[in-house]
């Protein structure tokens, strides 16, 4: 009798809140939310992207398909801007996905004192997007700033790292690449999953370090690495902040970065329909990047169970 | 599996460990090592800090040095004095306002959209969810455009609406951290209480938000530093400096063509940086724990 009871208890959870009202009831102010600010903003941002809307005037006539053809064909600023972007991801998110996972590593021990170094190493992060430490790059790479004072103390003649073409745009990559502190941390996580004994039994069969850290190590955090490469992509094509306070994308256009130019023709030209297009095509790009990314998972990315990454 | 079994193979008898293998050696190796390297990470925070103690006069030839020589607390009011006759006090009442109303917006409408796609079953459960996560990935310019124009036909611009109004649907990030944090609460407990004849309403006032207290803490901590970070969209819709939150503010008080009191820049940049280093110093294990679990940018 007992028993039969609990067997009829336990059935319960497969109609478990089975309720229709009350779930939209629930996501309601998400899904209020998304339409309002989300899916009609994306949708009539298409359309104007055909058309060459001014805000001043609040007006603009339907251009067909000009927008893209200024874009891929006449605009130099732009072809350059995508250039600066491209050059910025591929250089800067390499970068911090190294150092993060580096520096997991090192941090992937039960010393003490580790706690400390931990957010020491994750500091930076977390000032990383403010206005004040934009404004410190500035200084700190500026012609006499801290990078050419100390550079001068050697000896060596330090280059005008904001006003040169060559060099502007690294100082906006090493600034990332001082900001690992976010992947660093979820690398660390993974790493602190990896099972011991797998460690353990190579060792133990006079597997070296590098050889553990190829054939256990890596092959283990592939999902992580996988998950850090998405967003890490993600955001790279959408900074902002640093280049305009720190190079104004100058010189020459050099640090323009996508996301800049974009609200340089939508809030300083007011060129809405313009920029529109360009966010369009941003849409597409890292929709595609993402997707090529996915479809690849599958060659590299190793899953011990059916569970998904992070 | 890359990795080979290894365990069936015989134990090595080893030779004795040489001297650089020794515990004392190594330890000694790491810590030098680890803490030489964090030195250097956050020798820049540690410098921008310093900075802003020395006089005029030190800033360009005591420059490497972190400690002035001469503390010169005075760069401080002489940088909260503002521009334009409006002081920073403005500035970070705006900055506080926003930061407190925002994150308070977002997190408790991401508590209950969480909720709902934790423990109600309804038609389109999948699809929406699926939905949430893609929005992540979304570009801000490609929704930021629209609304603008929008924004400002409504007479909102200067004004705190445009910026508070899109989060009163949470944000994708904590509805999906939080959605992580119910999914280990046990159902036990929604079952008992719904028994003891609690509807969902019920249940999650009285038994899951009163367990959602580290989550909301997590979510709360990120959803301030970075609404306190913001920039991009301030910057569109609050043009007049008697609006400007403290990010703008420092933009304006930092531009290098107007500004030359560079005592000043650098403590009022410092100062910026206060509140977060605090909730960072006060909260760290909640960040730490969100950031690793959820995979949560920073």
New interface residues.
């Given amino acids: 009798m007992a028993a039969t009871l609990t067997k009829a208890k336990r059935r319960k959870p497969s109609n478990f809140g089975q309720d229709n009202l009350v779930g939209y009831l629930f996501i309601g102010p998400w899904l209020a939310a998304f339409f309002l600010f989300t899916l009609i903003p994306i949708a009539v941002s298409l359309v104007l992207s055909f058309t060459d809307y001014n805000v001043l005037s609040n007006s603009g006539d339907f251009i067909g398909l000009d927008n893209f053809q200024r874009m891929f064909f006449e605009d130099r600023r732009y072809a350059r801007s995508v250039n600066a972007t491209l050059k910025y991801v591929v250089f800067a998110v390499p970068l911090r996905l190294v150092f993060a996972l580096g520096v997991a590593m090192l941090l992937n021990t039960w010393r003490r004192g580790v706690g400390v170094y931990r957010a020491a190493f994750y500091a930076p992060s977390i000032v990383g997007g403010s206005i004040a430490v934009a404004v410190m790059w500035r200084e700190i790479f500026g012609n006499d700033g801290l990078v050419n004072f100390t550079l001068n103390l050697l000896g060596i003649e330090g280059p005008n790292w904001l006003g040169r073409p060559e060099t502007a745009i690294w100082t906006l990559i090493i600034l990332a690449a001082w900001q690992f502190g976010s992947p660093m941390l979820i690398f660390l996580a993974g790493l602190k999953n990896i099972p011991r004994h797998l460690y353990e039994s190579a060792e133990i069969d006079g597997a070296n370090a590098f050889q553990r850290f190829l054939r256990i190590t890596l092959p283990m955090l592939t999902p992580i690495i996988f998950f850090n490469l998405i967003m890490q992509l993600i955001s790279g094509f959408m900074v902002f902040t640093q280049a305009f306070i720190v190079t104004q994308g100058k010189p020459l256009d050099t640090t323009l970065f996508y996301a800049l130019y974009v609200y340089r023709r939508a809030f300083e030209l007011n060129e809405m329909g313009y920029a529109s297009a360009m966010a369009w095509v941003m849409l597409m790009v890292i929709a595609l990047l993402t997707a090529l990314v996915f479809r690849s998972s599958s060659y590299w990315v190793h899953y011990e169970s059916d569970e998904g990454p992070a | 599996?890359?990795?080979?079994?290894?365990?069936a193979?015989p134990?090595?008898v080893r030779p004795p460990t040489p001297w650089h293998q020794h515990a004392v050696f190594r330890?000694i190796l790491?810590?030098g090592?680890?803490?030489t390297?964090?030195?250097i990470?956050?020798y820049?925070?540690l410098?921008?800090v310093g900075s802003s103690f020395k006089p005029p006069d030190e800033i360009?030839t005591n420059?490497?040095a972190i400690l002035p020589i001469e503390p010169y607390p005075q760069n401080y009011p002489n940088g909260w004095a503002g521009f334009g006759g409006i002081s920073f006090a403005t500035f970070y009442r705006n900055s506080l306002f926003y930061a407190t109303l925002g994150t308070l917006l977002s997190v408790s409408?991401s508590a209950?959209?969480a909720?709902?796609?934790a423990?109600?079953?309804?038609?389109g459960?999948r699809l929406?969810f699926a939905?949430?996560l893609l929005?992540l990935?979304?570009?801000?310019?490609?929704?930021?455009?629209?609304?603008?124009?929008?924004f400002?036909?409504l007479g909102w611009l200067n004004t705190f609406y445009p910026l508070l109004?899109?989060?009163?649907?949470?944000s994708a990030f904590f509805?999906f951290m939080i959605i992580q944090f119910i999914r280990s609460i046990p159902?036990d407990l929604?079952?008992a209480a719904?028994i003891d004849g609690a509807?969902?309403?019920g249940i999650?006032l009285r038994v899951i938000l009163p367990q959602l207290t580290p989550a909301i803490i997590t979510a709360a901590i990120f959803s301030f530093?970075?609404t306190?970070?913001e920039?991009?969209v301030p910057l569109?819709y609050l043009n007049s400096p008697e609006l400007y939150l403290?990010?703008?503010a420092?933009?304006t008080f930092?531009d290098?063509s107007g500004q030359t009191d560079?005592g000043a820049?650098?403590a009022?940049?410092?100062l910026?940086?206060l509140p977060?280093?605090v909730i960072?110093?006060s909260f760290?294990r909640y960040l730490?724990e969100g950031?690793?679990?959820?995979?949560?940018?920073?």
């Fill in positions: 599996m890359a990795a080979v079994d290894y365990s193979r134990v090595v330890s790491y810590h090592l680890v803490a390297a964090a030195l990470m956050l820049p925070i410098w921008l360009w420059q490497t409408a209950v959209v909720y709902g796609f423990r109600v079953r309804f038609r459960r929406w939905i949430m929005t990935m979304l570009p801000t310019q490609v929704q930021i455009i629209p609304q603008y124009i929008v400002k036909q109004l899109p989060r009163i649907g949470g509805i159902v929604d079952e719904m509807n969902k309403i999650f530093y970075w306190w970070d920039f991009l569109i403290v990010s703008l420092l933009r930092s290098p560079w820049i650098f009022m940049s410092a910026s940086l977060v280093f960072f110093i760290q730490v950031i690793s679990t959820t995979g949560l940018k920073g």
